[in-house]
């Protein structure tokens, strides 16, 4: 069963949104998980981790503006990204960390005026 990442769209410039993510008849709590992102032309970069204490991890470039929740019970991981910027802008994955190959789809998150 794949990842079922969703919440991505068009935003302007200092707008939010909300990613989440499902991850359906896996173990979810025992592992790390974590968004990344891909914008074209780039590789693929760890956005915002979680661990199994519920330790955050961010990248330099979202720090106090993204938020990474997980819910063990529901399965979920979900991205609060907030005063967006057209640099944001790209296909958003969620994934174990380390990854696994196994990537799902992602959702498109573009940041324009």
């Known amino acids: 069963v794949q990842l079922q990442a969703s919440g991505g769209g068009l935003v302007h410039p200092g707008g939010s949104l909300r990613l989440s993510c499902r991850a359906p008849g896996r173990p979810f709590n025992i592992y790390t998980w974590a968004w990344y992102r891909q914008a074209p032309g780039e590789e693929r970069e760890l956005v915002a981790s979680?661990?199994?204490?519920?330790?955050?991890n961010y990248a330099d470039s979202v720090k106090g503006r993204f938020t990474v929740f997980r819910n063990n019970g529901r399965k979920t991981l979900d991205l609060q990204m907030n005063n967006l910027k057209p640099e944001d802008t790209a296909a958003y994955y969620c994934?174990?960390?380390?990854?696994?190959?196994?990537w799902g789809q992602g959702t498109q998150v573009t940041v324009s005026s």
């Open positions: 994934n174990r960390w380390p990854p696994t190959s196994s």
């Open positions: 979680v661990n199994v204490n519920f330790d955050t």
